[in-house]
């Protein structure tokens, strides 16, 4: 069977290795963001590459779904680490800061659900349940500017440490 050029791990660390290579070249207040950015983009190649591997081991299709839906979550968190983190806007700072508790939400239940899958419990169902209170949370978090029932602010709404306590969510 022929290898898709993706699932090669040398292609992705020569690339990651020119880029690091060609870092002097830039200004010094570049040189950590576009260090962080490869680091953060080198984590999301890796996820990626296990994804494939997952599609070509695992056949069973419930399986497949669920450790698929854990990969796309964990890249969509790496994605915000790394627009959070290392591309430095203010307007979007609360917005990726609350949209961090979606995967974190999320992950421990695709987690469990997969651990039940796993142990034979196939048809159990009340597992689904479960995704009310996480959906919940969610939508609690990302509408928290209107009530501040997760987070309250001392003043400005801002992510920095001090000007925030926690509320009841």
Same mark, same amino acid.
């Given at each position: 069977a022929k290898r898709h050029i993706l699932q090669n791990p040398i292609?992705?660390?020569?690339?990651?290795?020119? @880029?690091?290579?060609?870092? +002097?070249?830039?200004? +010094?207040?570049?040189?950590?963001t576009v260090r962080g950015l490869l680091v953060s983009f080198a984590y999301i190649a890796l996820a990626i590459l296990w994804s494939f591997s997952?599609?070509?081991?695992?056949?069973?299709?419930?399986s497949r779904k669920i450790l698929l839906g %854990? &990969?796309?979550?964990? &890249?969509?968190?790496?994605?915000?680490?790394?627009?959070?983190?290392?591309?430095?806007?203010?307007?979007?700072? %609360? @917005?990726?800061?609350?949209?961090f508790?979606? +995967?974190?939400?999320?992950? +421990?239940?695709?987690?469990?659900?997969?651990?039940?899958?796993?142990?034979?419990?196939r048809k159990l169902g009340w597992e689904r349940f479960l995704y009310i209170p996480a959906g919940l949370i969610i939508l609690g978090i990302l509408t928290?500017?209107?009530?501040q029932f997760a987070f309250r602010f001392?003043?400005?709404i801002s992510s920095k440490a001090g000007t925030y306590s926690y509320g009841v969510l």
């Amino acid at each position: 069977a022929k290898r898709h050029i993706l699932q090669n791990p040398i292609w992705i660390l020569s690339i990651f290795l020119i @880029a690091l290579a060609n870092q +002097p070249l830039l200004a +010094p207040g570049l040189q950590r963001t576009v260090r962080g950015l490869l680091v953060s983009f080198a984590y999301i190649a890796l996820a990626i590459l296990w994804s494939f591997s997952v599609l070509d081991r695992i056949r069973e299709k419930q399986s497949r779904k669920i450790l698929l839906g %854990i &990969v796309g979550l964990i &890249v969509f968190w790496l994605l915000l680490r790394a627009c959070k983190y290392e591309i430095w806007d203010d307007r979007l700072d %609360i @917005a990726l800061w609350y949209l961090f508790y979606v +995967p974190q939400t999320l992950l +421990p239940l695709l987690v469990f659900h997969m651990t039940l899958y796993i142990e034979g419990n196939r048809k159990l169902g009340w597992e689904r349940f479960l995704y009310i209170p996480a959906g919940l949370i969610i939508l609690g978090i990302l509408t928290n500017n209107l009530h501040q029932f997760a987070f309250r602010f001392d003043g400005v709404i801002s992510s920095k440490a001090g000007t925030y306590s926690y509320g009841v969510l």
